[in-house]
C-alpha cells in the first residue's frame, strides 16, 4: 500500500518568505508527527497529533512554525518569515493508535532551503 | 539538553565485519528503544526495537543488546554488507508520551 508521501520534495525559499510543507499520512493512521532534520544531526520532534485532540505543539521552535490537521489525513507545517536556521528536512510520520505508537512510518521528507 | 547519545558519528567496516553503534540515555523514564535505518533521500524506517525488560533482541542479522543498569543500549550488525551502508539512528520513548527522542546518527560505510 502507500506509505507517508510529502510535498514538495524541494524547497528553496527566500528569508522572510513564508512557506508551507504537506504531508498524506497512511490511510486509516490516527496519529501523526513532524520531525526536523537539520544536517548531519538526528531527528528534532516539532508536533504530535492525535485523533481529535489538542495536538502536541511542544516541540514547536518559534511561534513563526504552526501545523494543522484536517481530521485524521491530511497535515500542513507553515512556517512564517523563515530564516537561515530553518534550512532543514522536515520530516513528517504516521502510526496506527490500535498497535505500538512507538512504530512510526516516515515519508522521504521535504528538504527546506532558506536563501 | 540532549537526552540519548549516539556514537561513533562514522564508522567503516568491511564486508562481513560487525559493525557497533552505542546509545547512551539519561532518563529512566524510557521504555522502549528502537532502531532506525535511514538512505540517502529516504526518510527513516524501523529496523529493530527493545523494551528494557529484556537484555538482548536479535530479528535477522541485526541485534540490540541492552544493558539496564548502565543506561547504555547498542546496536551490531551480522555479516555486515555493502546495501547495509546507511545512517543509523538509536532513539527512546516514555510511554506517556509519543515523542521519540533520537540520537544524532551514525553514518555506515560497508566496503566490499
Known amino acids: 500500500g502507500a506509505g507517508v508521501s510529502q510535498s514538495p520534495s524541494n524547497k528553496v525559499t527566500e528569508k522572510g518568505k513564508d512557506v508551507e510543507l504537506r504531508c498524506d499520512p497512511i490511510s486509516g493512521h490516527t496519529a501523526l508527527y513532524w520531525y526536523r532534520q537539520r544536517l548531519g544531526q538526528g531527528l528534532e520532534f516539532l508536533i504530535y497529533?492525535?485523533?481529535?485532540?489538542?495536538?502536541?505543539k511542544s516541540g514547536l521552535p518559534s511561534d513563526r512554525f504552526s501545523a494543522e490537521r484536517t481530521g485524521e489525513s491530511v497535515s500542513t507545517l507553515t512556517i512564517q518569515r523563515t530564516q537561515q536556521e530553518d534550512s532543514a528536512v522536515y520530516l513528517c510520520a504516521s502510526s496506527f493508535s490500535g498497535g505500538s505508537p512507538y512504530e512510526q512510518y516516515f515519508g522521504p521528507g521535504t528538504r527546506l532551503t532558506v536563501t | 539538553q540532549q537526552q540519548v547519545k549516539q556514537s561513533p558519528q562514522s564508522l567503516i567496516v568491511q564486508k562481513g565485519g560487525i559493525p557497533i553503534i552505542n546509545c547512551a540515555y539519561e532518563n529512566t523514564a524510557f521504555d522502549y528503544f528502537p532502531w532506525y535505518q535511514q538512505f540517502p533521500g529516504k526518510g527513516p524506517a524501523l529496523l529493530i526495537a527493545?523494551?528494557?525488560?529484556?537484555s538482548e533482541k536479535k530479528e535477522g542479522r541485526f541485534t540490540i543488546s541492552f544493558n539496564k543498569s548502565a543506561k547504555q543500549f547498542s546496536l551490531h550488525i551480522m555479516d555486515s554488507q555493502p546495501g547495509d551502508s546507511a545512517t543509523y539512528f538509536c532513539?527512546?520513548?516514555?510511554?506517556?508520551?509519543?515523542?521519540?527522542?533520537f540520537g544524532t546518527g551514525t553514518l555506515l560505510a560497508v566496503q566490499p
Open positions: 497529533f492525535q485523533g481529535n485532540s489538542a495536538p502536541d
Open positions: 532513539a527512546a520513548n516514555r510511554g506517556a508520551t509519543n515523542k521519540l527522542i
Open positions: 527493545i523494551r528494557p525488560d529484556v
